[in-house]
């Protein structure tokens, strides 16, 4: 069994995503194709290449972001930003389960052109929390997503992402709280 190591990674990750990660791993197929939007420095990323490790099931995990930050202020105040090394940090955080991993540089609405309809098992979206963003989100890696697979979130609380979600998928969407019990409420989920 690998250890985690996604506590050594500085960055956000909360009850509600471990829960999800843990989920999704348990419950889909061998040969799942699964993305995450938005990697920061890792440490979700690191969680779940080591849930998919100790699955022994085949799950191709791709990774999206432009490792450039954003307006974010704790995104403009950290060192990787100001000192332009955001995607080498990230490659050396997840060097001990980096063969789970398939790290794609480029933008969320760019990487979702890589993939075919209704492709992917799984998609998590923690990119921009602005609303035109997180609806440009939503918009693109929805289609991508199967019949029964699932497109969800971080940051519920953000005025933009429950804008966006209100809109595109209005009482089509649950907390992380709502589908599994979580005690974070930030994860929202939409199974399609």
Same mark, same amino acid.
């Given at each position: 069994?690998?250890?985690?190591?996604?506590?050594?990674?500085?960055?956000?990750?909360? $009850?509600?995503?471990?829960?999800?990660?843990?989920?999704?791993?348990?419950?889909?197929?061998?040969? $799942? @194709?699964?993305?995450?939007?938005?990697?920061?420095?890792?440490?979700?990323?690191?969680y779940?290449?080591?849930?998919?490790?100790?699955?022994?099931?085949?799950?191709? +995990?791709?990774?999206?972001d432009?490792?450039?930050? $954003?307006?974010?202020s704790? @995104?403009?105040?950290?060192?990787?930003?100001?000192?332009?090394?955001?995607y080498?940090? +990230?490659?050396?955080?997840?060097?001990?389960?980096?063969?789970?991993?398939?790290?794609?540089?480029?933008?969320?609405?760019?990487?979702?052109?890589?993939?075919?309809?209704?492709?992917?098992? +799984?998609?998590?979206?923690?990119?921009?929390?602005?609303?035109?963003?997180?609806?440009e989100?939503?918009?693109?890696?929805?289609?991508?997503?199967r019949?029964g697979?699932i497109?969800?979130?971080?940051? +519920?609380?953000?005025?933009?992402?429950?804008?966006?979600?209100?809109?595109?998928?209005?009482?089509?969407?649950?907390?992380?709280?709502?589908?599994?019990?979580?005690?974070?409420?930030?994860?929202?989920?939409h199974?399609?």
């Amino acid at each position: 069994m690998n250890p985690h190591i996604y506590k050594n990674i500085q960055g956000w990750f909360n $009850s509600g995503q471990r829960k999800l990660y843990e989920h999704q791993v348990r419950h889909c197929a061998d040969k $799942s @194709h699964f993305v995450e939007v938005g990697a920061w420095k890792g440490r979700s990323s690191s969680y779940m290449s080591v849930e998919i490790l100790n699955s022994n099931k085949t799950i191709k +995990f791709d990774v999206v972001d432009t490792w450039l930050g $954003s307006e974010e202020s704790a @995104h403009k105040k950290d060192l990787s930003i100001i000192n332009n090394t955001l995607y080498e940090d +990230f490659l050396e955080n997840i060097e001990p389960v980096k063969s789970a991993i398939n790290p794609i540089r480029t933008t969320s609405i760019e990487a979702s052109k890589l993939y075919e309809d209704n492709s992917l098992d +799984f998609v998590l979206i923690d990119a921009s929390h602005k609303y035109i963003d997180v609806k440009e989100d939503i918009i693109n890696w929805l289609p991508k997503v199967r019949k029964g697979g699932i497109l969800a979130g971080d940051d +519920f609380s953000w005025s933009g992402v429950r804008r966006a979600l209100k809109e595109l998928l209005p009482n089509k969407y649950q907390t992380a709280q709502e589908f599994f019990g979580a005690k974070h409420k930030m994860i929202w989920i939409h199974k399609k």
